[in-house]
DNA sequence: TCCGAGTGCTAGCAGTGCTAGGAACGAGAA
DNA sequence: TTCTCGTTCCTAGCACTGCTAGCACTCGGA
């Protein structure tokens, strides 16, 4: 039976090939640029290849923002624990990798958010926000607060990134935001 | 030249109805059902007539989002003048209007923003935001603290919008931000 | 009555996501 | 070794997208 668990794990690195194909694709030129041909071009198959892994390009993206959880997860871990640390960490990912921004949490993905039944990798992500909303939280309920601080962070990062928000003050904007948090 | 001028009129009202049409059809069912096929036929002419108007299906959108930005100036000078009226007046629009609001604010739209080239009416929108900011700005950049509340309203609308935060409890969450901006 | 400008149509291009069908390959049986 | 059967993967094509070239027609002005 070696010879099935073979065929296993090559169709195993094939899909994960495509994940990193689209990711880079997207990063490089946008998800509008992720077209099913090019992107079968890129891993040197055909397009029904990807049909084959995917129920379809939703799904490819789906799975590219599913890494791009457990990414931002360890990005948010490794910064310092305080609210100020943690935005920083925050809006730098999304700056670093704006593509995979977008997927995970612009386009329409087909994934369940704020329920218990969302990917553990944005959970993660969650629970560090919370950590450091924590000392802030004014016996206000600390799970609002912890998704009203994101959904700021979000904003800021989502309209700097569609340049409705001039980059080069953004410094200060967050800091601004961390301060209102803040006490 | 009153023939002229009676062109140049039913050429504006032909021009109006597109844009009217293509608003009412994203709000129903999303702008990527909006093709120019369908906008076309509902406006009861050839596909290529909507080119004569418009550069492409972008400048249509862009369009529509001018329309929002002077709908949502009105709505805001409506609201009551504080920072807590007007906030509620921004999401409720949103919530009104979601495909207005993407064409406006989170589609890639060919306008300036955040600059003194930006579209008057959105700049009537950020100063009535402003003033609502103003009594609360203790010695910050006042521009910059409305961008940074502006922009939280913006993440707590596309989140709520994208289900991204469960709607039920938008409410809560609008008065926490709105309680750390204020003072 | 005729002309010419200009308007709006039909038809078509290149590209999209996705799928049906068959060809070719390779593992196991005879 | 040869045959058979499954699986794998590709070619070709469908219905759609945004957009445009080019022709037919209309209609005001002479």
């Given at each position: ?7 296993e794990?090559?169709r ?19 998800w ?42 360890e ?35 087909d994934?369940p ?12 992500s ?24 994101w ?33």
């Open positions: 039976m070696s010879i099935q668990k073979r065929r794990r090559e195993a690195e094939r899909e994960q090939l495509i994940i990193t194909t689209a990711r880079e694709l997207a990063e490089a030129e946008g509008e640029a992720v077209t099913t041909r090019r992107l079968a071009e890129r891993v040197e198959y055909s397009q029904p290849v990807l049909y084959s892994h995917f129920k379809g390009k939703d799904a490819i993206m789906t799975a590219v923002a599913l890494e791009g959880f457990a990414e931002l997860a990005e948010l871990r490794a910064a310092p624990a305080t609210l100020a640390g943690v935005a920083r960490a925050y809006t730098d990912y999304a700056e670093r990798c704006p593509a995979l921004y977008d997927a995970m949490f612009r386009r329409h993905v994934l958010f704020a329920t218990p039944q969302a990917p553990p990798a944005l959970w993660a969650f629970d560090v926000l919370t950590e450091a909303v924590r000392p802030h939280a004014r016996g206000e309920d600390l799970g609002l607060l912890t998704e009203t601080f959904a700021a962070l979000h904003g800021l990062v989502t309209l700097t990134l569609g340049g409705r928000l001039p980059r080069d003050q953004h410094d200060r904007r967050l800091a601004l935001l961390v301060a209102r948090f803040e006490t």
